[in-house]
C-alpha cells in the first residue's frame, strides 16, 4: 500500500502500515478456522502440451471463499500462511485433497485422466521433519504412485540449506517429481541445477510478459535460454502465463513443449477439468 502512495508522507504511511498489521492478524486467525469451516478449495489449471495441443497435466490452485470477506487471493493469504505457519496444516490440507482428486479422476476417465498432479510446496512444509513420510502416507492412502504427484517448490526452498535438501532428495529417490517454480526469478546458479534432483523447470510468467512486450531482448533472452538449459540436461520446461496466441508461437519455436495460461485455460474447477479429460486419452501411447 505504501508503495502506491507514491510521495507518502508518514502521516499516511504509518496508519497503513497499522491497518496492514491488523489486517494481517485477523486474516491470520480467521485462516486457522478456514480449514475447519470448509473454505478452501482448490482449483486446477491444466497444463498443455503446446506442440500436439494435447491435455498433459493440471496445478493445483487454493482459494479461499471467505463468508464474510468473500474471495480472498491466494497471494494475499499465502504469504500470511507462511510467515505465520499456518501454511503447514494449510499445505497438507491441500496435497491431500489434490491427490484424492486425481485418484478420482482416475477412475472416472482412466487412460483420459492426467498423469500428474502439481502441488505447490512452501519451504516451511519441506523444513517439517516429518513431510517426506507424510507424502508417502497421502500416495498410499490415495492409491496413487510417485510419479504421479510433481511438487512445486521455488529457487529460494532448494537454497535454504542441507535439511530441505535431504527432505528433496528424499523425495526424489522415492519418486516424486520435482518442478522449480518461478524460474529464472530466483538466485539459483546454473551449477545448483546440477547439484539438485529437479525434473521441471516452471518458466516464470514475467519472461512469458517480455515476449508479448515485444522488444525487450533481456526477457527474452531468459526465456529462450531457460528453453536450451532444459534440453542439455533433459528436464521439462514449461511456460507459465501464456497469455497470447503470439506469445505461444514464440515459446513453441524456442522449444517450449509444455504450456499453461489464461489464453488455454484458466485456473477450472475439478468437474470442468474433468471434462477436458473425458474428450479421451491425453497422450499418444
Ligand atoms: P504459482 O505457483 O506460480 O502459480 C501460477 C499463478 O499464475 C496462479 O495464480 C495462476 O492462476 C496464475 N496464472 C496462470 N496463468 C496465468 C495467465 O495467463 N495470466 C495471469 N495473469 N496469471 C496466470 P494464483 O492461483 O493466484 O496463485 C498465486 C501464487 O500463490 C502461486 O503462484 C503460488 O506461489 C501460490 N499458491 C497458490 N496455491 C498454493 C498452494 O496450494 N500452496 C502454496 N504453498 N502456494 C500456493
Ligand atoms: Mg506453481
Ligand atoms: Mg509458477
Ligand atoms: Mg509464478
Same mark, same amino acid.
Given at each position: 500500500?505504501?508503495?502506491?502512495?507514491?510521495k507518502?508522507?508518514?502521516?499516511?504511511?504509518l496508519?497503513?502500515?497499522?491497518?496492514?498489521?491488523?489486517?494481517?492478524?485477523?486474516?491470520?486467525?480467521?485462516?486457522?478456522?478456514?480449514?475447519?469451516?470448509?473454505?478452501?478449495?482448490?482449483?486446477?489449471?491444466?497444463?498443455?502440451?503446446?506442440?500436439?495441443?494435447?491435455?498433459?497435466?493440471?496445478e493445483?490452485?487454493?482459494?479461499?471463499?471467505?463468508?464474510?470477506?468473500?474471495?480472498?487471493?491466494?497471494?494475499?493469504f499465502?504469504p500470511?500462511a507462511?510467515?505465520?505457519?499456518?501454511?503447514?496444516?494449510?499445505?497438507?490440507?491441500?496435497?491431500?485433497?489434490?491427490?484424492?482428486?486425481?485418484?478420482?479422476?482416475?477412475?472416472?476417465?482412466?487412460?483420459?485422466?492426467?498423469?500428474?498432479?502439481?502441488?505447490?510446496?512452501?519451504?516451511?512444509?519441506?523444513?517439517?521433519?516429518?513431510?517426506?513420510?507424510?507424502?508417502?502416507?497421502?500416495?498410499?492412502?490415495?492409491?496413487?504412485?510417485?510419479?504421479n504427484?510433481?511438487?512445486?517448490?521455488?529457487? +529460494?526452498? #532448494?537454497?535454504? &540449506?542441507?535439511?530441505?535438501?535431504?527432505? =528433496?532428495?528424499? *523425495?526424489?529417490e /522415492? $519418486?516424486? !517429481? %520435482?518442478?522449480?517454480?518461478?524460474?529464472?526469478?530466483?538466485?539459483?546458479?546454473?551449477?545448483?541445477?546440477?547439484?539438485?534432483?529437479?525434473?521441471?523447470?516452471?518458466?516464470?510468467?514475467s519472461?512469458?510478459?517480455?515476449?508479448?512486450?515485444?522488444?525487450?531482448?533481456?526477457r527474452?533472452?531468459?526465456?529462450?535460454?531457460?528453453?536450451?538449459?532444459?534440453?542439455?540436461?533433459?528436464? +521439462?520446461? #514449461?511456460?507459465? &502465463?501464456i497469455?497470447?496466441e503470439a506469445? =505461444?508461437?514464440? *515459446?513453441?519455436? /524456442? $522449444?517450449? !513443449? %509444455?504450456?499453461q495460461?489464461?489464453?488455454?485455460?484458466?485456473?477450472?474447477?475439478?468437474?470442468?477439468?474433468?471434462?477436458l479429460?473425458?474428450?479421451?486419452?491425453?497422450?499418444?501411447?
Amino acid at each position: 500500500a505504501a508503495k502506491e502512495s507514491g510521495k507518502a508522507s508518514w502521516q499516511r504511511f504509518l496508519p497503513e502500515m497499522r491497518q496492514d498489521v491488523m489486517n494481517h492478524a485477523r486474516l491470520g486467525s480467521e485462516l486457522h478456522n478456514a480449514i475447519i469451516r470448509n473454505e478452501l478449495f482448490l482449483l486446477y489449471q491444466p497444463v498443455f502440451d503446446i506442440v500436439t495441443g494435447r491435455l498433459h497435466g493440471a496445478e493445483a490452485l487454493v482459494r479461499w471463499q471467505h463468508p464474510v470477506r468473500g474471495f480472498v487471493s491466494p497471494g494475499d493469504f499465502i504469504p500470511v500462511a507462511e510467515r505465520s505457519g499456518l501454511i503447514v496444516p494449510l499445505g497438507s490440507w491441500v496435497l491431500r485433497a489434490a491427490c484424492e482428486q486425481l485418484a478420482r479422476w482416475q477412475a472416472e476417465h482412466g487412460d483420459g485422466a492426467i498423469r500428474a498432479v502439481n502441488v505447490n510446496v512452501a519451504v516451511r512444509q519441506l523444513r517439517e521433519p516429518g513431510f517426506v513420510d507424510e507424502v508417502a502416507a497421502v500416495l498410499s492412502e490415495t492409491g496413487l504412485l510417485p510419479r504421479n504427484l510433481v511438487l512445486e517448490v521455488t529457487e +529460494s526452498s #532448494v537454497l535454504d &540449506g542441507r535439511q530441505v535438501r535431504e527432505t =528433496l532428495h528424499a *523425495l526424489h529417490e /522415492m $519418486g516424486v !517429481r %520435482l518442478a522449480l517454480d518461478d524460474f529464472g526469478t530466483g538466485q539459483s546458479s546454473l551449477s545448483l541445477l546440477r547439484a539438485f534432483p529437479v525434473d521441471v523447470l516452471k518458466l516464470d510468467k514475467s519472461f512469458v510478459d517480455g515476449i508479448a512486450d515485444g522488444e525487450d531482448r533481456g526477457r527474452l533472452a531468459v526465456a529462450a535460454a531457460v528453453a536450451q538449459l532444459a534440453e542439455y540436461l533433459q528436464l +521439462s520446461a #514449461v511456460a507459465e &502465463g501464456i497469455e497470447s496466441e503470439a506469445q =505461444l508461437d514464440r *515459446l513453441r519455436a /524456442m $522449444g517450449y !513443449r %509444455l504450456g499453461q495460461g489464461f489464453y488455454m485455460a484458466k485456473p477450472l474447477r475439478a468437474d470442468e477439468a474433468g471434462l477436458l479429460m473425458a474428450v479421451g486419452p491425453v497422450h499418444a501411447r
